[in-house]
């Protein structure tokens, strides 16, 4: 194991008072010694700030800094803005995570020269203790898969605190403030400008689930900004090429918007954000000619047939050779 590396853990706070000992200190115990810890306090107005003041003088690998309150994702970009390691990885203050993750997650880069190597997560009750979990084989993706990976395995693949980052990945990039579901709308980039990224299905990430979490209260705006992330995302996988994920894409979209509509009359803020629906729905039916095919084959094709594999293949070349000639007819 080589801690030659120095590794920046950034984690973003505001009020977890109750929760954040048990996240600090998790980071602490890591087998992996050569960290720098930063405390983002973003605002917090219960005893959150103290705590961090606190754990600076118990190690000096402890970095703290105060803000006022802006979101996850400004917190983010700050603890960005002030590490000095040339790896990055992001833990939730409400969250812990096992002993030996940041060691297991350098060493998958070291082995496979990965930009980015992520694993699996507990996803358990504050009551509840996670278990050793056993090692798992290190799979590599290159080129389209890394994107198909989100569609193969959501969880994994689009949260950002079970990860470890190389640096280079933020360079001219940060995270969108003001807006939920951040996480969707960077993970394609992320994973796009990465040359590989490494995985396990090891548990090493303990994920605390929560009835207090800015995204236990769903809101029509919130569902319009989960659905804005993968117009997003669609029109990025265009620029680029990558058909078959815009295809995925394309078909998760429009599950989201449908999920939302269905559900606008529950909402409040209804008015507000309704308007902004009905365009999306707009741009989906504008969209929907270019992906029917795709879309009426998983919907329909692949519930009748169980030979997948060989449907897939043949309906994917097919759209494929399509693409192209309408790209080269353009």
């Known amino acids: 194991m080589s801690q030659s590396e120095l590794i920046s853990v950034i984690v973003p706070i505001f009020n977890e008072e109750k929760h954040l000992k048990r996240c600090v200190d998790s980071i602490l115990n890591q087998t992996y010694r050569n960290l720098e810890i930063l405390l983002i306090d973003d605002g917090s107005t219960d005893n959150s700030p103290e705590i961090c003041e606190n754990y600076k003088t118990v190690d000096t690998r402890i970095k703290v800094i105060h803000q006022e309150n802006g979101g996850l994702s400004k917190a983010r970009n700050t603890g960005i803005d002030h590490a000095t390691a040339d790896y990055y990885v992001f833990i939730d203050s409400n969250d812990a995570i ?12 070291l082995k496979t020269g990965a930009d980015i190597s992520m694993c699996n997560y507990f996803r358990i009750n504050d009551n509840q203790a996670p278990y050793e979990d056993m090692p798992y084989p290190t799979r590599v993706l290159v080129g389209e898969n890394k994107i198909l990976l989100i569609y193969r395995l959501w969880g994994l693949a689009v949260v950002q605190w079970n990860k470890l980052f190389n640096k280079r990945i933020f360079d001219g ?55 804005l992330a993968y117009q997003n995302r669609l029109e990025f996988l265009e620029k680029v090429h990558y058909h078959r994920s815009a295809a995925n894409t394309f078909i998760r979209f429009k599950t989201h918007y449908k999920d939302a509509m269905k559900s606008v009359n529950l909402y409040n803020d209804k008015d507000e954000w309704i308007l902004k629906m009905e365009e999306m729905g707009h741009y989906l039916e504008d969209n929907k000619k270019k992906y029917y095919d795709f879309y009426y084959f998983v919907d329909k094709i692949v519930q009748k047939y169980r030979n997948f594999p060989y449907f897939l293949s043949y309906h994917y070349n097919t759209l494929k050779n399509r693409f192209l000639k309408e790209e080269k007819n353009d």
Do not use: W
């Open 173 to 227: 990039f940060r995270y969108p403030e003001g807006l939920y579901h951040e996480d969707e709308y960077v993970i394609h980039h992320e994973l796009y400008k990465a040359n590989k990224i490494a995985y396990t299905l090891q548990k090493l990430y303990i994920y605390y689930l929560s009835e207090e979490g800015i995204m236990a209260t769903p809101t029509l705006e919130k569902k319009y900004h989960v659905c």
């Open 98 to 109: 096992m002993p030996k993750m940041i060691e297991t997650l350098n060493d998958m880069r």
